[in-house]
């Protein structure tokens, strides 16, 4: 059984970074866009203002504020474009990965985890209908009869301590 605590660990880590590079991501998308407001509320009112001057002397007013208009759309089309099409950075891929394996090495552990109670428990029931059958039989079995699948548990518990606490000290 692989560490718990330390794939959990890992697994935590990895979905913060995810977190925190998916809040980066939307700060530089807003950031973007704020730019892109800032410029079409600014910018365009001095370009609005000279472009309207040259051209109505061509097309009249109405003609002139038309391609103004037009023309500021164009600029806010393309910086709304920029700002949706920013892309996830390596990091954001990366902790995506180490996400996955962190989520599947828990898969594993809670796994192994679920065959060792199963693994008790049969132990459990086993002891459980030796003991009845010696209650009820107490001529026809012995008490050592009973002690060797007791002493069996015990030690086989014992060993996955001893395991457990071995790989916690490697770690």
């Known amino acids: ?3 718990f605590a330390q794939d959990l660990h890992i697994f935590l880590k990895s979905q913060s970074v995810l977190a925190q590079a998916r809040i980066k991501l939307a700060l530089r998308q807003g950031l973007f866009l704020v730019l892109a407001l ?3 509320g600014l910018g365009l009112v001095m370009l609005n203002t000279a472009a309207f ?3 109505a002397t061509y097309w009249g007013y ?10 500021d759309l164009v600029l806010c089309f393309i910086l709304l474009m920029i700002a949706a099409n920013q892309k996830e950075t390596p990091n954001i891929v990366q902790a995506k990965e180490m996400g996955a394996r962190a989520a599947q090495a828990l898969r594993s552990d809670i796994e192994n985890i679920q065959n060792q109670v199963q693994s008790a428990r049969d132990d459990i029931v086993g002891l459980r209908e030796r003991f009845w059958s010696t209650v009820r039989k107490p001529f026809d079995t012995t008490l050592l009869a009973m002690a060797f699948p007791l002493l069996s548990a015990v030690l086989r518990m014992l060993l996955k301590q001893i395991k457990r606490r071995k790989k916690e ?3």
Do not use: K, R, S, W
């Open 53 to 55: 001057l040259v051209i």
């Open 38 to 40: 800032i410029a079409a």
């Open 169 to 171: 000290h490697h770690n």
């Open 1 to 3: 059984m692989g560490n």
């Open 62 to 71: 109405a003609g002139a504020a038309f391609a103004v208009a037009l023309g």
